[in-house]
């Protein structure tokens, strides 16, 4: 690959947009970055605000067949998870490589660059598991390769149907390994691509015993692979947790070991102040799914809190009722001030990170314009009918995904005008829904 | 105007989408609806799903200058007032003019057909009147004439600056008119052309004395006409008029004789179980502006409750932070699901009923797709990567603003492929805000 040169009118520079910014990449990484300079003839033009690559630190792609579609009659998460379930059962790894495919371009027109899968469909119907007991894994970090994005492939153990150690039946049989040291055995024989790396996941303390976990986290360790964890989703799981540990979710996975830096939590609702304490004070990750959490009402977490404490946030697209990470990082604050009737908690600095940092999915080398990075770039528009006239500094709380015009992933173009080069996003996408309907 | 005919693959006929509608329209009626019918070479395509006209509730045009612009450090409402002060005294007739064109044209894009106009920016520096004291609401109206859509010019009266009865100053003196009656007597020299009405709106509680209101809503009467006042936005609101009245903002409106079926309420955030039956009783509107009540950090209004007790809802983008009426429709549940962790307060017809009921604003011709209607439609695509694979019926929880790709108003088209056709909305947003800066 060739030295490239584009010419931004914005990029995003550390925490703030600099006009006017020269980036040279070779093979895959920025190469020089210098703002306040003409464009030289050879450089492309990137009009707009010119971000580093986003990242999606939570994702079940099978979810996006759902959209638009659980909205009739009222429910819970619980009854939500059961429609949820209907679609899982239909997928085989031909069909789910087809969906992911389109669901992952469908994040890389979303400006979205790498994508952490939070991955538990493991085996075929009534848990039989595939020749390759890897398939349905091997399928998504294949997708995420057609679609052009980088994947951190979570590799969930799920064992358990609740708190209680009741056994998966019905179509959670294909979540399930049995034992974590099944699990840890067919995750070791799993090997992926260079645009793709393993990450361990604990699906929550309801699909994990706490006699379970030290072996996950051991794997991670083992691999310095991330390792994360839904925790707290709903109120039902603290009770249950509480009834059957005397203890808080967070608390449990504290003494399993299970949380640090390389550790992240996902949606980290409902929690004490100790729980805060807990995630803060050994830097573990808390990713926000705001836009999965309103639609399936799970509440607001407590992010500032989170935040002051020393957890450092991420944020993920989660059920994908929306996939657009600029709105998830701009409702971490708008939630806070639904909740604490405030403004101001976080302002677009920190969001723009929340957005774009990719430590919680395992790659250092990513998420920033700086020389020795991942040439990731994401162009948003200056000119469409939301951004215009707005400050670019104010971008994250006015852009939409519909605004992103331009992808680079490992300096590599995947996405020009708007459209992706490789891929019709919404004709697969329909497509692949319906083969599920 | 000659007979005009289009085919929609889906249009939203009733509480539902119906598939392969003919519908025709002569003089700015609808003169026929068809369901089932393939379409006739002469006959339009609409491809998508067709929707009726979105009606604006609630509209500040001006405040679309300060979008992404108020997110640094932290505040409340309170001093986001002062920010929106500061771009409200830099305002003449010709810059609002070209201000609220391009933002009528940015709503004309999100499929908005008609707008109520929240007006209080009346006279000039220091308070003084205009030769036609009447030149800003004269160039609101004339602003929506050019951006092709119609408007309800919610004039309103704002005599105050806090509820104890503080006189107005700095910017606020260009607000006021120092009683109803002269209010009245301005209001009522007002005329304005068939694409707009003429509304009345006590800006607040803490802006209109008790004893004023009587006025105000004898002349809403008089004169068929909608009146609107915010109502219960911030807690601090109520304790004030706790304070001075020993009654809630509602009560005082109600005793005021200001509630009723030709009343709108905008926000109603923060009421009590007393207030809700008020309100529902009285058949008085409620109209949420969920994206403004989470920028600036409101809270969530008990939308449901409201519903319930027998308020019609609808909905507005207030201050722009976001312009999108099905955000603001969908989020009306969302909302409430954050507030209460359930799922399906209201359904996709309850929310497209209250994004395109026109009755708040006073016309009661426009808002549906039946014969003898006003013939307004807007188009959403279901060919994007936010709306692909969905099914139709749940269109208000996938779309967004940037999928409206065709808006027809009276009639005559004004948007078409996603663009408005009179009016470069991007470079006149740029041009009107920087004029302001």
């Excluded at 994040?107 to 039989?128: I, Q, R, S």
């Excluded at 009770?239 to 003494?255: K, N, S, V």
Aim: hydrophobic share 40%; net charge negative; with cysteine.
């Amino acid at each position: 690959m060739p030295v490239t040169s584009w010419h931004a009118d914005h990029a995003w520079l550390g925490d703030a947009p600099a006009s006017d910014v020269l980036i040279t990449a070779d093979r895959g990484r920025f190469t020089s970055v210098t703002p306040g300079v003409p464009r030289p003839p050879h450089a492309e033009r990137l009009r707009g605000l010119t971000l580093p690559g986003l990242a999606n630190a939570h994702s079940h792609a099978f979810h996006r067949a759902l959209r638009g579609r659980t909205h009739a009659g009222r429910g819970t998460f619980w009854t939500w998870r059961e429609q949820m379930y209907a679609v899982a059962d239909r997928l085989t790894p031909a069909r789910y490589l087809d969906l992911a495919r389109a669901v992952f371009a469908e994040m890389a027109l979303a400006g979205v660059t790498c994508v952490g899968e939070f991955h538990y469909l493991h085996h075929g119907p009534g848990g039989k598991p595939y020749d390759d007991p890897n398939e349905m894994g091997t399928a998504l970090a294949e997708a995420a390769a057609q679609a052009g994005i980088r994947i951190t492939l979570l590799d969930t153990c799920y064992l358990t149907a609740s708190v209680g150690g009741d056994p998966l039946d019905g179509p959670a049989l294909r979540f399930g390994d049995g034992s974590a040291a099944a699990w840890a055995a067919r995750v070791s024989t799993f090997n992926v691509d260079p645009h793709a790396r393993l990450g361990a996941a604990v699906h929550s303390v309801r699909a994990v015993p706490p006699s379970q976990m030290p072996e996950i986290v051991a794997w991670a360790d083992r691999h310095d692979a991330p390792l994360h964890v839904h925790l707290s989703e709903q109120r039902a799981e603290n009770e249950a947790t509480l009834a059957a540990h005397g203890r808080t979710p967070t608390a449990l996975l504290h003494d399993a070991g299970a949380l640090g830096p390389r550790t992240t939590v996902v949606h980290a609702t409902h929690l004490t102040s100790a729980d805060v304490g807990m995630l803060g004070s050994t830097r573990t990750h808390a990713c926000f799914c705001p836009t999965t959490e309103r639609d399936l009402g799970d509440g607001i977490g407590p992010a500032a809190d989170l935040a002051a404490a020393g957890a450092p946030l991420c944020v993920g697209s989660d059920s994908h009722a929306v996939i657009d990470l600029l709105e998830e990082a701009r409702a971490v604050e708008l939630h806070e001030r639904l909740r604490t009737e405030q403004r101001g908690h976080f302002g677009p600095p920190f969001l723009v990170r929340a957005a774009t940092s990719h430590t919680a999915l395992g790659w250092d080398d990513a998420g920033s314009i700086t020389p020795g990075a991942r040439a990731d770039l994401v162009t948003v528009t200056l000119d469409s009918p939301r951004t215009a006239g707005i400050d670019p500094a104010g971008l994250i709380f006015a852009a939409t995904a519909a605004d992103v015009t331009d992808v680079v992933v490992d300096g590599a173009r995947i996405v020009q005008d708007g459209r992706h080069l490789r891929i019709d996003v919404a004709r697969e996408l329909r497509e692949a829904i319906a083969c599920l309907s």
